[in-house]
């Protein structure tokens, strides 16, 4: 990846305001470097995020494993894998008490989820879903499948889909800050989103990120 003309000292603070969650328009002003300059400066750096956290892909979750999908943008609600216009489809595996990797898809089949699951989950996983019917062939697969009852109003002990919903508003929350992200840039800021809810603390953020940086800008 190209050096940056940015001098050292204000990546320095552009990188600490990026994990400040500073967005690209008031880091500019703080930093005193051009919008334009910002936001490369930050699309950058989740270019950066996005590659090293696809070279940590390869490995698979064992354990208690919550999945779901969501959707992201649009301005209808629409149903799950029907009528969600204008949204983007997102699909997402966490591992209790550890990580949590996402992926955008094309729909919510069956024919799209349980490949993937597959591929990141190891057998004999005990596997959370809701009852969306995309997930209907884990009944008969090598995984232990229990299914959530979104229309109770508790939770049964460790039978809930809490933390990877938790991760979902997270993300939403994030984006919503930025009035709107570019469709074509959506994945990066998804990752993003997935860093940020891994390495929850913002000091070993910013060591992981200047490190990232220095390995891939120079």
Same mark, same amino acid.
């Given at each position: 990846m190209r050096k940056s003309r940015i001098t050292q000292s204000k990546q320095a603070r552009l990188i600490e305001h990026f994990v400040a969650g500073t967005t690209a328009r008031t880091v500019a002003s703080l930093v005193g470097v051009h919008r *334009?300059?910002?936001a490369l400066y930050f699309h950058r750096l989740r270019q950066i995020i996005a590659l090293e956290l696809a070279a940590e892909n390869e490995a698979m979750f064992d354990g208690e494993i919550e999945v779901d999908e969501s959707y992201f943008g649009g301005h209808r609600k629409g149903k799950r894998g029907r009528g969600a216009a204008?949204?983007?489809?997102? &699909?997402g595996i966490l591992k209790r008490v550890g990580k949590i990797y996402t992926w955008v898809i094309p729909n919510a089949r069956g024919s799209t989820l349980v490949p993937i699951i597959a591929r990141k989950v190891m057998p004999d996983s005990i596997?959370?879903?809701?009852? =969306? $019917?995309?997930y209907n062939a884990l009944d008969v697969s090598t995984f232990k499948h229990y299914r959530i009852n979104h229309s109770e109003r &508790?939770?049964?002990a460790h039978n809930h889909i809490n933390g990877i919903e938790n991760f979902w508003n997270q993300a939403? $929350?994030?984006m919503r800050k930025f009035n709107g992200v570019p469709k074509d840039h959506f994945e990066l800021y998804l990752k993003e989103?997935? =860093? $940020? &809810? *891994?390495t929850p603390d913002p000091k070993r953020q910013l060591v992981q990120l200047k490190l990232w940086v220095r390995r891939n800008m120079g």
């Open positions: *334009n300059s910002a204008g949204k983007i489809p997102v &699909f596997v959370y879903t809701d009852s =969306w $019917r995309g &508790f939770a049964k939403k $929350r994030h989103c997935e =860093w $940020r &809810f *891994n």
